[in-house]
C-alpha cells in the first residue's frame, strides 16, 4: 500500500551556482552539488533543464543527465558550467541519490532573475561567493 511507503525528507544537501574565479562578468559560471551530510551519498543523478517565457515566447533547454557514483561527505563536486544568458530562465535541478539503504529525490529551482549577487552567499567548501539552495 502507499501508506507504507516510508518519505524520507531530502536534508544537508545543496545546489550551487557561482562564478568562475569570483568574476561575474564571465559568461560561463559553474554548478555545483554539495554534499553537506557526515556520510557519502550514492548512485546520485542529477538532470538539469532550463525554460521560461522570454519576450512573450516559450523558451526551454535541453534536459542534460548526469551521473556520479559517489560523492564524499562533506564534499562539493562540479554538476556543469552555466551560461549566464540562461538566467534570465528557471533553472530546474532534480536531484536523486541513495543513502542509507533508502532513495531520495528532491528540485532545487532557481525562478527567473534569482541568480545575481543580491543573493549571493558564501559556498561552502568553495571559500566563493555565489547562490545556493539548500
Known sequence: MKKDIPIHKVEDLAIAIAPRDGYTDEELWDVY???????????????????????????????????FEE????????????????????????????YEGYMYDKKYIFVQGSIEETNF??????????????
Not at 560523492?71 to 541513495?98: D, G, H
Open 33 to 67: 552539488l554539495l554534499n553537506l551530510k557526515e556520510d557519502k551519498i550514492t548512485s546520485v543523478l542529477v538532470n538539469s533543464r532550463g525554460y521560461g517565457d522570454v519576450n512573450g515566447e516559450m523558451r526551454r533547454t535541453t534536459v542534460l543527465r548526469h551521473f
Open 71 to 98: 560523492i564524499e561527505a562533506m564534499a562539493c563536486i562540479q554538476i556543469e558550467p552555466i551560461q549566464v544568458k540562461l538566467f534570465n530562465l528557471t533553472n530546474e535541478y532534480w536531484v536523486s541519490f541513495v
Open 121 to 134: 552567499t558564501t559556498i561552502p567548501f568553495l571559500n566563493r561567493k555565489g547562490v545556493m539552495i539548500r
